[in-house]
Each structure stands twice: as C-alpha cells, then as structure tokens.
C-alpha cells in the first residue's frame, strides 16, 4: 500500500515537473545496441534463461528477449548485460 | 569473454553447475546481488558462468542448498597464481635468481666505446685511470659531465669529447684539436759555390743575387747574398746553374767472358717434401759441359687449401762460354758510358751531362786506358750560416 503511494505520487510529480521517466527509480530502462546487445536496467529477476530466450521481471511486468545464443554478459545488482543475435522483445 | 583488470587482480572462477534446470541458483545468486558475468545456457540445460572469488561463499551456500553439483572449471587471476607459485618454489626461486642475475649484470660496464679518434689507446688509458672500463659498477661511475672534463683535462690533444652512459655501454665521441702547423725558423744563410764552374743560370727565391751568367766562380764564391743592401740579413733561397767539368780515368778490358744459352735443355720435376725431395719425372742426363740451372717451386692446392706439399719444375739449359774481343769504338762507347755514370755519381740531383771528350786513350797490356772530360750542368749552390747576424730575424 505504502509502495503504491509512492510511486503514485512519483508518477504524478514526474508528469507535472515534466521528469524523463527513465530517471526514475522502478522503472525498466532497456537499451538495444544494433542486434547484438541489450541492456536491462532496474530488473528485478530472471524468469525463464536458456539460448533462445531470456524472460526477465521488471517493475510492472515482463520482459522477454528472443533470439540465437543468447548469453548474458554481465550480471550486476543494477542491470544486466545480453549478447547474442537478438530476434526481437516482448513485454508481458 | 570480458577480463577487467580488477576481476583479473581479485581472482575469478568459471563454474559448471549440473542439475539446475528452473535455474533457482541462477535467480538466488541475482537476489543476493552476487555480480556474475558469462552466464551461458549450454545444450543439455545445464549452464555456466564466472563469478568473482570474494563471492565464492554465497555460490557454495546456495549450490548446497539447492543441491547442485558444481563443476569447476577455470581459475583465474593473481590469487591463483600466487598459490600456484607456492606450489613451485624452485620455479619461484629460478625466476628470482634471474631477476636477481639481470640486475647483477646490468650493474656493470660491458663496453667502451671510443669514435673519432685514432688513437683510441690514449683515450682508453684515461678512461682506465677514471675506472672507465669493461668491469666496473656503474654507481662507481663518475657523471658524464664530470668524466667529460676529466678527458678534456688530461688529453691535451683533443677539442671535444662527448661521454654517453647508456645503459651497460659507455660511449666516448672525440673530436681531436686540429694542431696549427710548426713554426720553421731559419736562421738567415747566403748560398755560395760549392765546386768551381761557369755560372749559366741564376734564380733567386730570396736574398740578393751576386753572381752574373757567364761569371766563373770558384768554390766558396757567395752566389746568394742573404745580407740585403740595407744590412738586413736573409734566408736566401734559390738555383744556380753552372757549367762543371770533371775529369775521369777508365780502364776496360778487350775481352769480355759471357755465357750464352744455345736453346738446349732437359727438365726435371720433383716432388718436395718439408726437407725430402723426391724426383718424379724427366730423368735424363743430358752431356752439357757448361749447364745453366732455373729451378721454380709452387705449392700444390686443392681448391684454397695448401698443402705442405711442393712441386719443384728444374730445367737444365744448355750453355756456352763466349768470349769476344770489343773493337775500338764499342770500347770507347763503353768509356763514355762509364764516365757519365761516375760523374753522375758525384754531381748534384737533377744534374745533366752536356758534353763529353775522349782527351787520351792507350791501348795497352789488353786494356784500354782512357781519361774523359765531362761538362755537366747543375746546381752548385751550398747553403752558408751568415755568422756574425747584426740583427737575426726569423722567417717562416
């Protein structure tokens, strides 16, 4: 209940103050860098991980990353690194 | 495969983990914020991946709890090494001792190297006394600049030097003092006649001439004057040509021996060995009263090589005494040709005989007694010291 309010009331500061979302704590930031490479920050864990498809949670959903080899370069508390020839990104 | 230096420096390890397929220890380790990297799915569902050593007791604890096997298999970086070498302490121990050797080594003067002079042994006899030698530890060394000045200070002949220490090797660059050339002093002299004769030409680099062409001096005559008609006083330099006649007497004899080779001959060949000398071919001995003997010897090689081998080639000419009588025109030729040599002989360089006359000549007892006149050309002039200078100057 608390948690909600909280982000409820960011949520609304940030649409008045005009705020980039991505600044904000619990939202997901994904970079795609051409089709090798995709970068999830602020994940919350990993959901499904084999070679053709990696399911990470996020704040307020799911986020799927399919492809050929895919192999997750660096795992840090803040983000987490896969290459690999990407298919395509899915959010559930 | 990324290798930061810092993972490098802390120790990483590269693990194998069997029966985890909903990959509950992959998702456990991301929850206890355990930095992983290479996570890579493998074909028959189990994975792998490096985590960092410090992290080695939440990998440990959560295989053990989840009940995974593990496999181990890459460990990296200077942890590992550092046990590894403990394990090798002779390899250690070696890699110390040639550290240790390189430095030992390197502390040292190997060479000296000397350019631009060509006397590199005076060089190198100062250098030794400043302790500039192969040998010498490099602390013992003066600095460049001050061994610059020391060279310069002791070799008196030289304008530059230039001392690089560069590593194990000293490099010297001199450049030698050009000397100025020598001061000649001459003390003045008058040139005066050195035989009688008929002065035909005069030339005077310096000094007064005295003499005049056509003048007869006789020995002791100062042709030169070095004392000039203000007194001043000369080194008077110069040429005079005169006429000079000599007198000779020649005896020659009628008969005149000889050997003369008449074309015969027979050749031998020998084989020399150090003192041994073996013939080996042309045997012959040949009737010849009067034999003339020409022997060659040549080493035998084989391609570059000489070996102590030589091959001696004699042949054995046929000769014959000759004996002629000369007639009298050969006779006197032969005269002349003897009184010009012998007056040659005791004239000056660059001397040249103008005539000749055969003033007697006497048959007599199988020779023939001649006495020759010979007018030759030269220089008579004889340097003489001015002795008693009023007022000596030098001159170069």
Known sequence: MKRRLRDKTERLAASVL??????????????????????????????????????????????????????????????????????????? | MSIRLAEWFAGY??????????????????????????????????????????????????????????????KRGVPFLVWRARRRKVFLLGG???????????????????????????????????????????????????????LLDQLPDIAWVGVRIQGTNVYVQVIPRVKPSDLIYRNPQSIVARVPGVVTGLLANSGMPA????????????????????????YAEGSVQADVWYRSRIAIPEQRQAEAITGDYVSHDYLVIGSLVLQVWGFARPPY??????????????????????????????????????????????GLQLAREDVLRSAADRARVMRQLILQKKLERGKLYMSVWTEVQEDIGQAQQIASAPSPTSQR
């Open chain 1, 18 to 92: 005009e705020v980039p979302a991505d600044t904000l704590e619990h939202v997901a930031r994904i970079t795609v860098t051409g089709q090798s490479q995709v970068t999830i920050e602020n994940y919350r864990v990993f959901v499904e991980f084999t070679d053709r498809l990696i399911r990470v949670a996020v704040a307020g959903g799911e986020v799927a990353i399919r492809g050929q080899g895919l192999v997750m370069r660096t795992i840090v508390p803040e983000e987490v690194v896969v290459t690999g020839t990407i298919c395509g990104i899915d959010f559930a």
């Open chain 2, 13 to 74: 390890v590269q693990v194998h983990v069997l029966d985890d397929p909903d990959r509950r220890m992959l998702a456990g380790l991301v929850t206890r914020q355990v930095r992983l990297w290479d996570v890579r799915p493998l074909e028959d569902g189990s994975y792998r991946f490096c985590f960092a050593l410090t992290d080695r007791g939440a990998v440990l604890s959560l295989a053990r709890s989840f009940r995974c096997r593990l496999r181990f298999r890459r």
């Open chain 2, 96 to 150: 110390l001792a040639f550290a240790a050797c390189l430095y030992l080594l390197s502390s040292f003067v190997w060479t000296v190297q000397i350019e631009g002079t060509d006397q590199p042994e005076a060089v190198a006899a100062v250098l030794n006394r400043l302790h500039v030698r192969p040998g010498t530890l490099l602390y013992r060394l003066l600095d460049q600049d001050s061994l610059q000045l020391a």
């Open chain 2, 211 to 234: 003499v005049r062409p056509g003048q007869f001096v006789t020995p002791g005559t100062v042709l030169i004057s070095g004392v000039l008609s203000d007194g001043k006083t000369v």
């Open chain 2, 289 to 334: 009263a009067t034999e003339l003997v020409r022997s060659e010897e040549e080493p035998i090689l084989i391609g570059d090589v000489r070996l102590p081998l030589m091959w001696r080639k004699e042949t054995v000419y046929d000769a014959r005494k000759i004996r002629e009588t000369l007639s009298q025109v050969e006779l006197e030729r032969q």
